[in-house]
């Protein structure tokens, strides 16, 4: 019979000097799981003890704690050999420039052959995150975005580039090529973003309830009929780029078949490029620029990726037709 693996603590007069909270006592002593994580387990009757004990205050000298240490849970899903381009990997994290067409996690429609997948096999030294044996999704690129991400590989980073994320504290610049050229050179795109009630796959700006989105966008080449842009994120929402362009701007992505305008668009492109598209179905958005402090060394990272090469191809020949 396994038994559970636990770690016997026993407070001490001098622990009581140095720590007000018993949070901060226990995420000192279990260094592997921060404050937060502590009191999700806490709350989870992880934390035992013979005496009463809060987080908020230190128990008595000699009050013995007892942390039940969560058995790793199999999520099922299968190591699979998938290439990845890996930009940067050391034993907290790794950063990927993803293709387009990978889908990031599994799920009904995509049960297997995702981002996922190929972490599980290509990482040997994955810690897990919480209890799961799984990578830390911190962000998320639409399975027909390519780009670079990040992907922690145990759960302290997991929960640094998580509060990174979540203060904006991190530099995220994408570029792509949108329907239309009257474009403004700048502009900051503001709305609320929530699921479109008439299509439950799409999101939408013409929500009563949603979640705050900014994006802000520049414009760096125009062409006859199609426009070459940067975008860069403050929030990071579901299709937010996507959605900011074909309806606060009405110049949806090229070839986005969710929210582009797909007959407009062939009429407007010339011959060579419809030839290019030819049977491509991913929207021609690129994930370009990440740059953030490492959650755990906090060295300085910075990762730019040039665009796929048939997203250059076509660039190439908006030029040439420009000429």
């Known amino acids: 019979m396994n038994h559970q693996e636990t770690i016997l603590l026993v407070i001490t007069a001098q622990d009581c000097e140095e720590f007000k909270r018993l949070d901060a006592y226990l995420a000192a002593k279990i260094p592997d799981y921060s404050r937060n994580l502590i009191?999700?387990?806490?709350?989870?009757?992880?934390?035992?003890?013979t005496s009463k004990i809060e987080l908020k205050k230190m128990p008595k000298p000699?009050?013995?704690?007892?942390?039940?240490?969560?058995?790793?849970?199999?999520?099922?899903?299968?190591?699979?050999?998938?290439?990845?381009?890996?930009?940067?990997?050391?034993?907290?994290?790794?950063?990927?420039?993803?293709?387009?067409?990978?889908?990031?996690?599994?799920?009904?429609?995509?049960p297997d052959g995702t981002l996922v997948n190929a972490i599980l096999f290509h990482c040997k030294d994955l810690q897990g995150i919480g209890n799961e044996n799984r990578p830390g999704i911190v962000h998320r690129l639409d399975k027909g975005t390519s780009g670079v991400m990040v992907v922690a590989k145990e759960r302290k980073t997991h929960e640094g580039l998580v509060d990174l994320f979540s203060q904006h504290d991190i530099e995220r610049k994408?570029?792509?090529?949108?329907?239309?050229?009257?474009?403004?050179?700048?502009?900051?795109?503001?709305?609320?973003?929530?699921?479109?009630?008439?299509?439950?796959?799409?999101?939408?700006?013409?929500?009563i309830q949603g979640k705050k989105a900014i994006t802000f966008l520049k414009t760096t080449e125009v062409f006859e009929r199609f426009t070459h842009v940067e975008l860069q994120l403050e929030t990071g929402r579901t299709h937010q780029i996507?959605?900011?362009?074909?309806?606060?701007?009405?110049?949806?992505?090229?070839?986005?078949?969710?929210?582009?305008?797909?007959?407009?668009e062939r009429t407007l492109m010339s011959f060579a490029t419809r030839r290019l598209l030819k049977n491509y179905e991913h929207p021609f958005l690129h994930a370009k620029v990440l740059g953030f402090i490492h959650p755990i060394t906090k060295e300085k990272l910075r990762?730019?990726?040039e665009p796929p090469a048939l997203f250059q191809e076509v660039l190439q020949q908006l030029r040439s037709e420009n000429e």
């Open 303 to 305: 990762f730019e990726q």
């Open 62 to 110: 000699e009050t013995e704690v007892v942390f039940l240490i969560p058995e790793i849970i199999d999520t099922g899903i299968e190591p699979q050999d998938i290439p990845l381009n890996i930009l940067f990997e050391d034993e907290y994290l790794m950063v990927i420039d993803k293709p387009a067409g990978l889908v990031v996690h599994p799920a009904p429609g995509n």
């Open 39 to 49: 009191k999700k387990m806490f709350l989870e009757g992880k934390f035992t003890s």
């Open 174 to 207: 994408y570029e792509a090529i949108a329907l239309g050229k009257r474009l403004p050179e700048e502009r900051k795109m503001e709305s609320m973003i929530g699921r479109n009630q008439n299509n439950r796959l799409k999101m939408t700006t013409k929500v």
């Open 242 to 264: 996507r959605v900011h362009l074909a309806e606060i701007l009405n110049a949806p992505i090229l070839n986005d078949k969710t929210y582009g305008k797909e007959k407009e």
